[in-house]
């Protein structure tokens, strides 16, 4: 077991409010990696905007920090190019669920053999706590000050549906129960959602650290993670949130798997010395 500190950047500015979840998600994610022997070099992070997406700012670690609601389809992109990297996309409820809601559907569509983490705290913390996509109805912020007047999404119902083959979720107020939830969807093959509730202490005074440890529970080893149907009632609840993995699917092909660009060589793309005359023969035969 590897020690999580090689994943420490002592000298980051963070600029996460005293108390925020994210930083409990931080240390999961460190010590999910660690665990598994990773090695700073051999992970990529991936984010776009926002609080949450500041996490690769804070570890050492590859990344790529990009366009607001565009995580999901970097982070293809870079699984794509090097199947050999761990690559994690990261972002917080507003950033995968609402500007990059639409791409958040075609990957799990596409299935690429990437983690998705998700912080989700039902706000935008890093504009002042208006609405996100998963803020309760009837939730007052400064923006909506009659009250959310939208159902909020369900993403993990999204997922299912969706046909993903990896649907998780866990709370950052448990460090050890969310890094081996990361664990888990690291491990899988496949896209792996791991929707995370986590308190903003700013601006979200509802959904505070004492509100979803009172609205949440782990499920149990009755539970079976193959049962699509199952998993879907899990999802649906709201009296109190499941923990866990709802649902995994093992052996589906991946994104990579469907390009065909590795079926007699695993190099990765860019390790690779591009065939000229067969490029200039392709766009010879465009003209």
């Keep these: 077991m590897t020690d999580p500190r090689i994943f420490d950047l002592p000298e980051a500015d963070m600029a996460w409010c005293p108390g925020c979840g994210d930083f409990k998600i931080l240390e999961a994610l460190k010590k999910a990696l660690a665990d598994m022997d990773m090695a700073p070099e051999d992970v990529v992070v991936v984010s776009g905007i926002g609080q949450a997406a500041k996490t690769p700012h804070f570890m050492k670690c590859n990344f790529l920090n990009g366009l607001h609601g565009r995580a999901l389809s970097h982070a293809t ?27 958040f559907l075609h990957t799990v569509r596409r299935n690429p053999d990437i983690a998705n983490f998700v912080y989700n705290n039902m706000v935008y913390g890093l504009t002042k706590g208006q609405a ?6 009837g939730m007052v912020t400064p923006v909506q000050t009659r009250g959310v007047s939208s159902e909020p999404v369900n993403p993990l119902a999204l997922a299912i549906v969706q046909g993903a083959t990896f649907v998780a979720r866990a709370f950052s107020g448990d460090v050890d129960h969310t890094a081996e939830t990361m664990k888990a969807a690291i ?83 860019h390790r690779r010395s591009p065939d000229v005359d067969k490029v200039r023969e392709t766009i010879d035969s465009m003209a």
Aim: aromatic content about 10%; glycine content about 10%; some cysteine.
């Design 77 to 103: 992109g870079v699984k794509a190019a090097n199947p050999k990297l761990t690559v994690v996309a990261i972002g917080g409820d507003g950033d995968m669920y609402g500007e990059g809601g639409n791409h």
């Design 132 to 137: 996100s996509p998963t803020s309760p109805r």
């Design 187 to 269: 491990k899988h093959r496949g896209y792996a959602l791991v929707d995370v509730f986590q308190p903003c202490v700013s601006f979200n005074k509802i959904n505070t650290f004492k509100w979803f440890k009172d609205h949440t529970y782990r499920l149990g080893d009755e539970h079976d993670s193959s049962n699509r149907s199952a998993a879907l009632a899990l999802a649906m609840e709201t009296e109190r949130f499941p923990l866990g993995i709802l649902y995994r699917e093992e052996g589906r092909p991946t994104f990579e798997d469907s390009l065909g660009i590795y079926e007699k060589d695993d190099t990765p793309l």
